[in-house]
């Protein structure tokens, strides 16, 4: 009966998750204002948090007003990787079973995407036909094309889910359904399913935050005449945790996002413009602050990163392989050990599972700091990513624990008994 009762609770938290119609509104309001906060203070106000003396707040307002130039490459962008993701081929993979206990069928091509982006970027950028100063330019109106275009896709999808995915964890109310959308995994019928969720999670925009390094790398270049070291870093570390995303394209069936949150404006703003224009922040910011980097700095930076991007790909990859095959993956050369649950799905309790419940967030958090690292400390601008981060890694745990706690009940309790800790061993 207990655990009846917190199922039901953990289900209406969900439902009304962020706080309701009020808290949905006023998060919706500061994830927009955000991006161009962090704009403004990147290119008219040197870095700084606070207003400058010398803050171009004109040139701000003049810069954010979308240009034809800006939806021209942000909608032939988006149409880019459409035509991709239809095209390319890829393994056909199953993904988990939906709560009705069917499975989806998933077009892996990702990481053949990823390639052919940057092999086409790097022609067209070698051959004149992309100017990279004139997107740099266009930043502040590229920001609002692309928040228009994650608006639209909101507005699309509130009706669209409702009749073309599965409804999950709905409340009938506008403004709540509208920020945490209407269905778990709304498609474009086609015959190797085009699934809206995952398009915009791993394409558009992740490839479009390596774009932006890039670009920032380049024009770095042309003021400069050399790419700063911590650019580099910024850069090859950013690219890398892009590059292994889509190299485990597969692993991310299995996330929260993919199995349990519908598709709304949360993760439509998320995916377009959130993700591409705030995580190049490091390397906007370094575009403007060319210093020579301590070897101190650097050797942080690397370790971090290194250290960051094993504990994160082993964690996720252990989750993956398990779920593939439970009853023979190896976990650290042993067989694994599991909870079984009456929902029928398993869950792992050894390898870094055993050690806390979300392991893998360590990772995460790590190698955003490890890319904060190289702009040093003259202003907390570069920080806002690790800060950000690790608030949205503990919330993310939270809704993680609800869903899990609505889903296997007793079973889960028996888990969090094993599995003392929720992110980091014997801390928290
Ligand atoms: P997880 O990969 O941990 O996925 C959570 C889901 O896994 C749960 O809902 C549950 O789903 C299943 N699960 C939970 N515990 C177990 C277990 N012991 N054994 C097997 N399955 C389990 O979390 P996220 O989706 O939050 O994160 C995935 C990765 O993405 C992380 O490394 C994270 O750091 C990263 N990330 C990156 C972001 C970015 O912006 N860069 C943003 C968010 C995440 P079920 O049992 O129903 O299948």
Same mark, same amino acid.
């Given at each position: 009966?207990?655990?009846?009762?917190?199922?039901?609770?953990?289900?209406? *938290? =969900? +439902?009304?998750?962020?706080?309701?119609?009020?808290?949905? &509104? @006023?998060?919706?309001? %500061? $994830?927009?204002?955000?991006?161009?906060?962090?704009?403004?203070?990147?290119?008219?106000?040197?870095?700084?948090?606070?207003?400058?003396?010398?803050?171009?707040?004109?040139?701000?307002?003049?810069?954010?007003?979308?240009?034809?130039?800006?939806?021209?490459?942000?909608?032939?962008?988006?149409?880019?990787?459409?035509?991709?993701?239809?095209?390319?081929?890829?393994?056909?993979?199953?993904?988990?079973?939906?709560?009705?206990?069917?499975?989806?069928?998933?077009?892996?091509?990702?990481?053949?995407?990823?390639?052919? *982006? =940057? +092999?086409?970027?790097?022609?067209?950028?070698?051959?004149? &036909? @992309?100017?990279?100063? %004139? $997107?740099?330019?266009?930043?502040?109106?590229?920001?609002?094309?692309?928040?228009?275009?994650?608006?639209?896709?909101?507005?699309?999808?509130?009706?669209?889910?409702?009749?073309?995915?599965?409804?999950?964890?709905?409340?009938?109310?506008?403004?709540?359904?509208?920020?945490?959308?209407?269905?778990?995994?709304?498609?474009?019928?086609?015959?190797?399913?085009?699934?809206?969720?995952?398009?915009?999670?791993?394409?558009?925009?992740?490839?479009?935050?390596?774009?932006?390094?890039?670009?920032?790398?380049?024009?770095?270049?042309?003021?400069?005449?050399?790419?700063?070291?911590?650019?580099?870093?910024?850069?090859?570390?950013?690219?890398?945790?892009?590059?292994?995303?889509?190299?485990?394209?597969?692993?991310?069936?299995?996330?929260?996002?993919?199995?349990?949150?519908?598709?709304?404006?949360?993760?439509?703003?998320?995916?377009?413009?959130?993700?591409?224009?705030?995580?190049?922040?490091?390397?906007?910011?370094?575009?403007?602050?060319?210093?020579?980097?301590?070897?101190?700095?650097?050797?942080?930076?690397?370790?971090?990163?290194?250290?960051?991007?094993?504990?994160?790909?082993?964690?996720?990859?252990?989750?993956?392989?398990?779920?593939?095959?439970?009853?023979?993956?190896?976990?650290?050369?042993?067989?694994?050990?599991?909870?079984?649950?009456?929902?029928?799905?398993?869950?792992?309790?050894?390898?870094?599972?055993?050690?806390?419940?979300?392991?893998?967030?360590?990772?995460?958090?790590?190698?955003?700091?490890?890319?904060?690292?190289?702009?040093?400390?003259?202003?907390?601008?570069?920080?806002?990513?690790?800060?950000?981060?690790?608030?949205?890694?503990?919330?993310?745990?939270?809704?993680?624990?609800?869903?899990?706690?609505?889903?296997?009940?007793?079973?889960?309790?028996?888990?969090?008994?094993?599995?003392?800790?929720?992110?980091?061993?014997?801390?928290?």
């Amino acid at each position: 009966m207990a655990s009846a009762t917190s199922a039901t609770s953990a289900k209406d *938290t =969900l +439902i009304w998750s962020f706080g309701g119609p009020v808290g949905c &509104t @006023l998060m919706s309001v %500061l $994830v927009v204002v955000i991006p161009y906060y962090l704009y403004f203070c990147l290119e008219f106000n040197q870095g700084m948090p606070i207003p400058t003396a010398g803050a171009d707040v004109a040139g701000f307002w003049k810069s954010i007003i979308p240009t034809w130039t800006a939806a021209g490459f942000y909608l032939g962008w988006l149409a880019l990787q459409v035509l991709l993701q239809i095209f390319v081929p890829g393994l056909q993979v199953e993904g988990v079973a939906q709560p009705d206990g069917t499975r989806l069928s998933y077009r892996m091509n990702g990481h053949r995407c990823f390639w052919i *982006t =940057l +092999i086409l970027l790097v022609i067209l950028v070698a051959t004149e &036909t @992309l100017n990279l100063s %004139l $997107v740099y330019q266009e930043f502040g109106a590229l920001l609002s094309v692309a928040g228009l275009v994650s608006l639209v896709l909101s507005i699309f999808l509130y009706p669209y889910g409702k009749t073309r995915g599965q409804s999950f964890h709905t409340s009938g109310n506008l403004i709540q359904d509208f920020f945490m959308g209407t269905a778990l995994n709304p498609r474009i019928p086609s015959p190797t399913g085009f699934d809206l969720k995952l398009f915009f999670e791993c394409r558009p925009g992740l490839f479009l935050w390596s774009l932006f390094n890039a670009m920032f790398a380049w024009v770095q270049y042309q003021e400069y005449g050399f790419v700063s070291t911590a650019m580099i870093l910024v850069n090859i570390g950013q690219l890398l945790y892009v590059w292994d995303c889509m190299r485990m394209e597969s692993a991310l069936l299995t996330t929260m996002d993919i199995r349990h949150e519908n598709f709304g404006f949360m993760l439509a703003f998320g995916d377009t413009p959130w993700v591409p224009f705030t995580y190049c922040l490091q390397a906007y910011y370094l575009v403007h602050h060319v210093h020579d980097l301590p070897l101190w700095a650097a050797l942080l930076a690397v370790g971090l990163a290194i250290a960051g991007q094993l504990l994160f790909r082993m964690s996720n990859k252990q989750k993956d392989t398990f779920r593939r095959d439970p009853e023979n993956a190896l976990i650290w050369g042993k067989p694994a050990q599991y909870i079984e649950t009456r929902a029928g799905t398993k869950l792992l309790a050894s390898g870094t599972w055993g050690l806390s419940r979300h392991f893998n967030y360590v990772g995460d958090e790590l190698m955003a700091i490890s890319w904060s690292i190289p702009c040093l400390f003259a202003t907390p601008i570069p920080y806002f990513y690790p800060i950000y981060f690790a608030l949205l890694l503990i919330h993310r745990e939270r809704r993680d624990h609800l869903l899990c706690a609505e889903k296997y009940g007793e079973d889960w309790e028996r888990y969090c008994k094993r599995v003392k800790w929720r992110i980091i061993p014997g801390i928290y």
